[in-house]
């Protein structure tokens, strides 16, 4: 019934690991397994142990219950169920199987060739698919019937050539992705032929999807395969297991048992070898995203100054590793310079106490990213906030916003913003604060404007939400924004989709969204970071320049002391989910204590000395 | 916009022609064994001759596929060799039966599932672990013995619902109501199944972007963010999917009007497979192409209408 609706999206990933051997540690694979392995087993030896002739009619004993003489009772012609039914596992399998093998055989070798040499045979590859997909594979199977007669073989030819391009789709899109790899680069250059690359490199990254697809495929095909008998439009003299619930149906009102057994062999059958395929895609993809993480941690750490990747961060659910890659001085302690002479004595805005930050893992236990954080925001200030990747920053950001990832509270301390509490606080609590008290700006601009609407109306939606401005009103006051942000042509940009603007002129605004409400603080999470850099000192200006002028406090988060040093008053030095050094930015600068801020320090000084060491540090992780 | 619009529609243009191509020669290139399986075993050798030239088949066969085409694109699809009644007015007289089934289930099937992919993806815990088995059970079984049960217990055991036939909406509406509404459960479930898993996937997927953060963060609610943002971002996909459901819908409903003993055009070629009525299996191929052609261009159209990057490339 589902023809040809085949899901492509199975993961396509260089796994060796045995996945039989893992499989068989889900209870549900296992089962499943058996079961599969159980009708397997009767498919060769069924019509063998038949207890009596499958097609033998008894005229005298029609539609009779169980009995010693026929264990589940005969049919509408008198025939022995259990014997039909142990018959037709064979025929019924061999069928479903002839539609796999000749989809697999197809698709896998037009997949090599049409993703190993392109060209033309790519674009007959995808008209044949496009032409599969305009007809229900069971029209074609009866338009084949009407012209080569009633045969379940051919008909399953037929069907296999119509599954074809399921495996066709796999199989291309390994290929494409692994012939841009270097190690096959790397064995044509060190001469081996294309048939023994393809062996050996290409072959190995798809066969696990080709064996989950084929489960699903199979099960697809004894559908339509049970289906087509079904409809009686299969040889009558060939039990099976449509064929037999044909029978059942005739005998609806007076025998409805008789559909329960051919009913159970298919369902149990087909669900069978969809949980097979579930259980061994879930394994699949588990493998694949442990090995895309343990890559970027490896490329980061010796990209960027020791950079630590935690999983946590990305909202991920897998435990988070390496957290203590970096020289963590225990026992060293918080150090906290004294205000000087010109700092604002101004009143506090923000006030976060030993804040935690967690996150609930899948498997119930709880991993902590911020460990304790202090901090105040004064009114008109800008209090930078400053650690590598992984620090907690972002996090202590988000915990403030009440905005963290999937799975992700603030489960301890406190955060007071204006007298309201805002530690784990509902949604409710957040309205009226969120968004009209306090702005946040992202980090990569083009990310974070909705693709689907313009940003007329990303402007304008939640200036009428949380101001109550009329359409109107909420129109002009965008556009003057836009205007005021440094957008040449408000009016292009406000009818715009993000797609159709730079990603300095994005930044630019998301500040103006940000700002739009007049809001007392903003948060803004390392604003400049992704940006060209001569756009970077552009968005620095306009920041400093928003903030002098509505007298705002602000957050900022980076990880760039340039920065700091650019706009910030007063600096919290994060490592490792801890604040490490906290206080106005000259002492910061002057008189950094501990190692890591002096660590941060030298590395604005452009590629300084000091970075090899800890670089090499991390990069051995 | 317009150019998006003719491009996809000659596009389809030429798909249902190359399918008209290939479905005539398959179809007619049996030539004089075609007469043959009318006319039966014990034929003469003469009679069948007589037939084959009667119905042309003698004739090369591209002649006779430029002839079809000829009368195909007046609206003219022959007649039947068994009953003699035009083809064009047997295919259309069960047009509407077939679509108010498939279209309902559609319809049923995309409401359903979005209702239900988004409370999984929302909600997780129970709910998500629930839909998940349901989708699939409902994508492994196969959907005639979701109907076959569903006979078993509502129309047999507590007979709420007549088993077989059909009512004309224009005879009576709640008669044609209570005739289609197994059917379109027994053919909706599994596309339920499908699409739901597929909503519920993009749905997640598109609430862990970043712009659902930032437009929360500039105090929009979650609720809004998701009817607004998060769906019209996950629509896409979802819409995909439910294109190769339709298709699956459609021969869905060759069985399951079977089994309901529905006038549709599955029952019809059904009926014109099993005699070998050559001009109507043509007929219901190019009818079947033409559904799945037309409704694949309003997909694509709901596709521009949500997503801006496809409208304006």
Redesign the interface.
Same mark, same amino acid.
């Given at each position: 019934?589902?023809?040809?609706?085949v899901?492509p999206a199975v993961p396509i990933a260089p796994v060796r690991v045995s996945l039989f051997r893992r499989l068989v540690k889900k209870p549900l694979g296992v089962v499943s397994a058996l079961f599969l392995v159980l009708v397997a087993a009767i498919a060769i030896v069924g019509p063998l142990i038949a207890p009596q002739d499958p097609n033998y009619a008894d005229i005298r004993s029609v539609l009779a219950g169980p009995s010693g003489a026929h264990l589940l009772g005969t049919d509408g012609s008198g025939r022995d169920v259990l014997s039909r039914l142990l018959a037709a596992t064979q025929t019924s399998v061999a069928a479903a199987l002839i539609a796999v093998v000749v989809a697999v055989v197809l698709g896998v070798v037009s997949g090599l060739i049409a993703g190993y040499y392109q060209g033309w045979f790519n674009t007959v590859a995808t008209w044949v698919t496009?032409?599969n997909?305009?007809?229900?594979?069971?029209?074609v199977l009866?338009?084949?019937?009407?012209?080569l007669g009633p045969s379940v073989w051919i008909s399953m030819f037929i069907f296999g050539i119509l599954l074809a391009p399921a495996f066709f789709r796999l199989v291309y899109a390994a290929v494409t992705a692994v012939r841009g790899e270097l190690y096959v680069d790397a064995a044509r250059v060190s001469g081996l032929g294309d048939g023994r690359i393809i062996g050996r490199h290409v072959l190995a990254v798809v066969r696990a999807p080709i064996i989950i697809q084929g489960a699903i495929i199979s099960?697809i095909a004894l559908?339509?395969q049970?289906?087509l008998e079904?409809?009686?439009?299969g040889d009558v003299n060939v039990p099976t297991w449509g064929s037999m619930?044909t029978d059942g149906?005739k005998n609806?009102?007076k025998t409805?048992v008789l559909?329960i057994w051919p009913?159970l062999a298919?369902?149990l059958t087909?669900?069978a070898?969809?949980?097979l395929a579930?259980v061994m895609r879930d394994e699949l993809e588990r493998t694949v995203s442990v090995r895309r993480k343990r890559r970027r941690a490896v490329t980061t750490a010796t990209g960027s100054i020791a950079a630590v990747t935690t999983s946590v961060a990305t909202?991920g659910g897998e435990p988070i590793e390496d957290l203590d890659e970096l020289p963590v001085i225990e026992g060293a302690g918080v150090t906290i310079h004294r205000e000087d002479a010109r700092s604002k004595a101004t009143e506090k805005v923000l006030e976060i106490r030993d804040l935690r930050v967690g996150y609930d893992q899948p498997d119930g236990s709880h991993i902590e990213v911020v460990h304790g954080v202090s901090l105040d925001v004064r009114t008109g200030e800008v209090h930078g906030l400053i650690g590598e990747s992984g620090s907690g920053k972002t996090q202590t950001a988000?915990g403030v916003?009440g905005?963290l990832?999937?799975g992700g509270r603030v489960t301890d301390g406190s955060i007071r913003y204006a007298g309201i509490e805002l530690a784990d606080a509902s949604?409710r609590v957040y309205?009226?604060v969120?968004?009209?008290r306090i702005?946040?700006i992202?980090q990569?601009p083009m990310?974070?404007?909705?693709?689907?609407?313009?940003i007329g109306s990303?402007l304008v939606?939640?200036l009428r939400?949380?101001l109550g401005l009329s359409k109107k009103d909420a129109t002009e006051r965008s556009l003057d924004l836009l205007a005021r942000v440094g957008i040449p042509q408000p009016k292009r940009t406000f009818d715009a989709?993000p797609?159709e603007v730079s990603g300095g002129m994005a930044q630019r605004v998301?500040i103006a969204?940000?700002v739009?409400?007049d809001p007392e603080l903003i948060i803004a999470d390392e604003p400049t970071t992704a940006l060209d850099v001569t756009v970077q000192a552009e968005v620095l200006d306009l920041l400093r320049d928003l903030q002098a002028e509505h007298h705002m406090a602000m957050l900022l988060v980076t990880h760039n002391f340039g920065v700091v040093a650019d706009l910030c008053d007063r600096v919290t030095v994060m490592q490792n989910g801890r604040f490490v050094e906290q206080g106005p930015v000259r002492a910061i600068f002057n008189d950094a204590r501990h190692p890591y801020t002096r660590a941060l320090l030298d590395a604005i000084l452009d590629e300084g000395p000091a970075r090899p060491a800890l670089a090499t540090k991390g990069a051995n992780a | 916009m317009l150019s998006f619009i003719l491009r996809r529609l000659a596009s389809g243009v030429v798909?249902?022609a190359?399918?008209s191509f290939?479905?005539f020669v398959?179809?007619y290139?049996?030539g004089g064994d075609?007469a043959r399986r009318i006319l039966g075993e014990n034929a003469t050798a003469e009679t069948v001759a007589k037939k084959t030239e009667e119905l042309g088949l003698n004739r090369p066969l591209l002649a006779q596929y430029g002839d079809w085409v000829t009368s195909a694109v007046t609206g003219d699809l022959g007649r039947s060799w068994f009953t003699g009644e035009l083809v064009s007015v047997s295919v259309s007289g069960r047009l509407a039966v077939t679509l108010s089934i498939v279209l309902g289930a559609t319809i049923v099937s995309a409401i359903l599932a979005v209702v239900l992919g988004v409370l999984a993806a929302r909600r997780g815990g129970i709910i998500d672990g629930a839909v998940q088995f349901l989708s699939?059970?409902g994508?492994?079984?196969?959907?005639?013995?979701i109907a076959?049960?569903l006979?078993?217990i509502f129309a047999?055991n507590l007979g709420w619902f007549k088993a077989t036939g059909y009512v004309p909406i224009t005879t009576s509406a709640t008669g044609w109501i209570a005739s289609v509404t197994l059917p379109v459960v027994a053919?909706s479930l599994?596309a339920i199944a499908?699409v739901a898993a597929q909503v519920r996937g993009s749905v997640i997927d598109a609430?862990?972007?970043?712009?659902v953060?930032?437009?929360?963060?500039?105090?929009?609610?979650?609720r809004?963010v998701i009817y607004?943002?998060v769906l019209?971002?996950a629509g896409g996909p979802a819409l995909a %999917?439910l294109a #190769?459901?339709f298709?699956?819908l459609?021969?869905?409903a060759? +069985? *399951?009007e079977?089994?309901f003993a529905i006038p549709g055009m599955g029952q019809l070629?059904?009926r014109?497979?099993?005699l070998?009525? %050559?001009p109507v #299996?043509m007929g219901?191929?190019i009818a079947?192409?033409i559904i +799945? *052609?037309i409704v694949n261009l309003l997909i694509d159209l709901a596709q521009a209408a949500?997503?801006?990057?496809v409208r304006?490339s």
């Open positions: 019934m589902t023809a040809i609706d899901p496009e032409l997909m305009a007809l229900p594979g069971i029209v009866l338009a084949a019937r009407a012209v099960g559908a339509i049970s289906g079904f409809l009686g439009l619930l149906f609806i009102y409805p559909m009913s298919i369902a087909c669900i070898l969809t949980l579930n909202g988000f916003l905005l990832p999937r949604d309205a009226g969120r968004g009209k702005g946040y992202p990569e990310s974070n404007l909705d693709p689907s609407f313009t990303q939606e939640p939400t949380t989709y797609f998301l969204g940000a739009s409400t | 798909l249902v190359v399918i290939l479905a398959l179809l290139a049996g075609i699939l059970v994508f492994a079984v196969p959907g005639f013995l076959l049960f006979v078993l047999i053919l599994g499908t609430m862990s972007r970043d712009y953060r930032t437009l929360r963060s500039r105090g929009l609610g979650m809004s607004k943002h019209r971002n %999917v #190769v459901q298709v699956g459609l021969g869905g060759v +069985v *399951v079977q089994i070629s059904v014109s497979t099993t070998g009525d %050559v #299996v219901l191929v079947f192409a +799945v *052609v949500l997503n801006p990057k304006l």
